[in-house]
């Protein structure tokens, strides 16, 4: 079956920018996960969607948010981005739960110049 | 604070050398513990999850064990393509991060042949 796609897998923006990242994932999982990925903070869960719903977020500034849609395809946005803003953005899929296997994309590689 | 350490941060054996990388926790109640294998420009790929202490499974060359306090993956006889960054993470069942996925830094794993 195919994976979890991210698009697009790079991206270069300037300060105070706002950018939106993409995730589809696997057919017929509900929950969408996101993860920002760098070299000093390792992987940090940003929030969970889950039928249209945050049903958890990490502990992220309100400049990240998300949404799902109802066919469970979902988006990611930073707004007014910072050079720290830099990173790998991970989405991961499951079934259910994030307690589920959790598929992960390729990622999207944001880099704030 | 739900905080998960790995160690080593590297570690670089020879092909058939078998060693444990290790994954200490703390958590407002375990609800899981997960181990992910992360090749480079890619996004973590699931191994295990485990849920009490005792519990133990194994896939291949390697072997996930569980106590209260941390988790051990064990690699035996790796091969050159078992090299990989590998991560730990927990789920916490109460608390401010109930129900993310807190992950480790990882351990950078290096088999030579």
């Known amino acids: 079956k195919a994976g979890v796609t991210q698009t697009p897998r790079y991206l270069i923006k300037t300060r105070g920018q706002q950018v939106t990242l993409s995730c589809s994932p696997i057919?017929?999982?509900?929950?969408v996960s996101w993860y920002q990925q760098t070299p000093g903070q390792g992987l940090q869960f940003l929030f969970e969607?889950?039928?249209?719903?945050?049903?958890n977020k990490g502990n992220f500034p309100g400049r990240f948010s998300g949404r799902q849609f109802s066919n469970s395809r979902s988006e990611m946005n930073v707004s007014t981005l910072e050079l720290g803003d830099s990173a790998l953005y991970l989405c991961?899929?499951?079934?259910?739960?994030?307690?589920?296997?959790?598929?992960f994309g390729p990622g999207t590689r944001l880099t704030v110049l | 604070e739900d905080q998960v350490t790995q160690s080593p941060e590297a570690l670089r054996l020879q092909e058939g050398e078998s060693s444990s990388l290790n994954c200490s926790y703390t958590?407002?109640?375990?609800?899981?513990l997960f181990w992910y294998r992360q090749d480079p420009g890619k996004g973590p790929e699931f191994l295990f999850t485990?849920?009490?202490a005792g519990e133990e499974k194994e896939k291949e060359r390697l072997k996930a064990t569980l106590t209260k306090k941390e988790s051990f993956l064990h690699i035996t006889a790796p091969k050159p393509e078992d090299s990989a960054t590998y991560l730990c993470?927990?789920?916490?069942?109460?608390?401010?991060?109930?129900?993310?996925?807190?992950f480790g830094k990882g351990t950078k794993l290096s088999v030579k042949p």
């Open positions: 991961a899929s499951s079934l259910e739960r994030t307690s589920d296997e959790q598929f």
């Open positions: 993470a927990v789920q916490a069942e109460y608390g401010g991060s109930q129900g993310n996925l807190i």
């Open positions: 969607y889950f039928s249209e719903t945050q049903r």
């Open positions: 958590v407002s109640g375990l609800r899981g």
């Open positions: 057919s017929g999982h509900r929950s």
């Open positions: 485990l849920y009490s």
